[in-house]
């Protein structure tokens, strides 16, 4: 998290940054004021945790012991500056295993562009302290939010299983939002909210 500040605050504006201590209610649709740290106070939100799955839901783990925020109760880019992209360094919250939709559905329905994250395991250690910062820098010179995604979290010594997903009108759509959405890009696109959310579609690298 502090290489993902520390490059793109040089470029764009941090307007918080938290150390997941509390009750975990910014992911919510109760996003508070932006100094609480809300999900829906920025445009992008980028978290380093642990992650796992449930059948129902995605968690991501808060600081207090066996405190969890799940998927169920997110639904992103609905309140207040309304988020395009949210960005979890955690391990398999977008795990694809027949259940993705229903944990997903609701965040997406939210309004949210795209999300990334991974459907299996991503790393901590010395080779891997520096993927908030390359992802930033990806951003930054314009690659697509995916391609910013998978150069970024690319790491020479750990296998880094990373997916993005995208919600849609339509699959033609849902794929051009996917694959062309960009940092500087992204207040072009249309927010989807509800039943005009008609798809949504992934890609992923398993690295075994």
Avoid at 2 to 27: A, H, P, Q, W
Avoid at 33 to 47: N, Q
Avoid at 125 to 137: C, I, S
Avoid at 172 to 201: E, H, K, M, P, Y
Wanted: glycine share 12%.
């Amino acid at each position: 998290c502090g290489g993902f500040n520390d490059e793109l605050d040089s470029t764009d504006t941090l307007r918080f940054y938290f150390d997941l201590t509390g009750t975990g209610s910014g992911f919510t649709v109760n996003d508070g004021s932006t100094a609480s740290g809300g999900v829906d106070s920025v445009d992008l939100f980028y978290v380093s945790t642990h992650g796992g799955t449930t059948d129902a839901n995605a968690r991501l783990a808060l600081w207090g012991d066996q405190q969890r925020v799940r998927s169920s109760e997110w639904r992103l880019g609905d309140n207040s500056d309304q988020v395009m992209i949210f960005s979890q360094y955690a391990c398999a919250t977008m795990k694809e295993d027949g259940h993705f939709m229903a944990r997903w559905s609701n965040p997406f329905r939210g309004g949210v562009y795209i999300v990334t994250g991974s459907q299996d395991k991503v790393y901590d250690g010395l080779t891997t302290d520096e993927t908030g910062e390359d992802y930033a820098d990806d951003l930054q010179d314009g690659k697509s939010v995916k391609w910013a995604w998978f150069d970024g979290n690319g790491d020479w010594w750990a296998d880094q299983d990373v997916a993005v997903y995208a919600s849609g009108s339509s699959l033609a759509n849902c794929r051009n939002r996917r694959d062309g959405i960009t940092w500087q890009n992204a207040g072009s696109f249309t927010r989807l909210r509800d039943n005009n959310v008609a798809r949504v579609c992934g890609a992923w690298i398993w690295d075994n």
